[in-house]
Nanobody, 132 residues
Framework: EGQVVESGGGSVQPGDSLRLSCQAS????????MAWVRQAPGKGLEWVSA????????YYEDSVKGRFTISRDKAKDMVYLQMDRLKPEDTAVYYC?????????????????????????WGQGTQVTVSS
């Protein structure tokens, strides 16, 4: 059974940086899209960023554009989220999720707040806390 596992969360001050990592293994497809989704306290799931195996460029939610960078190492089945200039409103549990490219693309475009059932693979989540 495949899985995705996140790492790299922590507690930082506003303006600091963190890098999240996600390791995929045993997924049922050779190509797939991967996304970072977050859930702030008392709120629903929210797309943060997504990256695909095909030619389509990455997606960024408006509030993280220019501050977060998603990247992928296909040889290692790893996806990273570099988070710079963190703000208190970035505080959330960050999840890594994966599914076929077309499904991730469709969901990002049509469902602003995904559900866990929407994507085939979810990690356990990693806490990011930004506070002074």
């Amino acid at each position: 059974e495949g899985q995705v596992v996140e790492s790299g969360g922590g507690s930082v001050q506003p303006g600091d940086s963190l890098r999240l990592s996600c390791q995929a293994s045993g997924l049922r497809w050779s190509t797939y899209g991967m996304a970072w989704v977050r859930q702030a306290p008392g709120k629903g799931l929210e797309w943060v960023s997504a990256i695909y195996s095909d030619f389509n460029g990455p997606y960024y939610e408006d509030s993280v554009k220019g501050r977060f960078t998603i990247s992928r190492d296909k040889a290692k089945d790893m996806v990273y989220l570099q988070m710079d200039r963190l703000k208190p409103e970035d505080t959330a549990v960050y999840y890594c999720a994966a599914d076929q490219d077309f499904r991730v693309q469709w969901l990002v475009a049509n469902r602003p707040n995904p559900y866990k059932d929407d994507l085939a693979y979810w990690g356990q989540g990693t806490q990011v806390t930004v506070s002074s």
